[in-house]
T-cell receptor
Framework: AQSVTQLDSQVPVFEEAPVELRCNYSSSVSVYLFWYVQYPNQGLQLLLKYLSGSTLVKGINGFEAEFNKSQTSFHLRKPSVHISDTAEYFCAVSVGFGNEKLTFGTGTRLTIIP | DGGITQSPKYLFRKEGQNVTLSCEQNLNHDAMYWYRQDPGQGLRLIYYSQIVNDFQKGDIAEGYSVSREKKESFPLTVTSAQKNPTAFYLC?????????????FGPGTRLTVT
């Protein structure tokens, strides 16, 4: 069975500084990878996804992530954060085509310091 | 606009009462899901349904029940057998054509049981 580890439960960052949110997964077969964002008391919104092809994936709101198969990682990055990026971020994995279930990490709460 | 609606946004119940959470989608998606979210635990899958009149237990199905009589609707009943029902509940949907089974989420229902 696959699993997802988000190493940092909370990440404080100063406004306009860069940020990296870490995600590692375990799976012996090919995977699809996702990052979702959740604002307080709301549902989840897709930031970006990796299905195949280029390992650098660009998403909404200036976020990007890099798929690293050898390190089984899918870290999320943004070069300059804004107050509006304050939210919880979830990494998720689905295994192979035809598997409609996602496994989620425990989330990383990103706090932007003015 | 296409999307997923969940109602109500906030729900309060007394211990020992069953309560039903609504989830409706107009995205024409085949699969629908229910997740429970608790602080620091990410999203845990309760039940999912890949087709009308069929559903499967997720990781934490005990104390919950579902039905899927229509493609658009997937209501969740939290029964009195659920030991700790206070949580944030999220409904999601997807289909093979969404690319990697990206899941679309509703705004959530916060259930408080006292």
């Amino acid at each position: 069975a696959q699993s997802v580890t988000q190493l940092d439960s909370q990440v404080p960052v100063f406004e306009e500084a860069p940020v990296e949110l870490r995600c590692n997964y375990s799976s012996s077969v090919s995977v699809y990878l996702f990052w979702y964002v959740q604002y307080p008391n709301q549902g989840l919104q897709l930031l970006l996804k990796y299905l195949s092809g280029s390992t650098l994936v660009k998403g909404i709101n200036g976020f990007e992530a890099e798929f690293n198969k050898s390190q089984t990682s899918f870290h999320l990055r943004k070069p300059s954060v804004h107050i509006s990026d304050t939210a919880e971020y979830f990494c998720a994995v689905s295994v192979g085509f035809g598997n409609e279930k996602l496994t989620f990490g425990t989330g990383t709460r990103l706090t932007i310091i003015p | 606009d296409g999307g997923i609606t969940q109602s109500p946004k906030y729900l309060f119940r007394k211990e020992g009462q069953n309560v039903t959470l609504s989830c409706e989608q107009n995205l024409n998606h085949d699969a629908m899901y229910w997740y429970r979210q608790d602080p620091g635990q990410g999203l845990r899958l309760i039940y999912y349904s890949q087709i009308v009149n069929d559903f499967q237990k997720g990781d934490i199905a005990e104390g919950y029940s579902v039905s899927r009589e229509k493609k658009e609707s997937f209501p969740l009943t939290v029964t009195s057998a659920q030991k700790n029902p206070t949580a944030f509940y999220l409904c999601a949907s997807t289909s093979p054509g969404t690319g990697g089974y990206e899941q679309y989420f509703g705004p959530g229902t916060r259930l408080t049981v006292t």
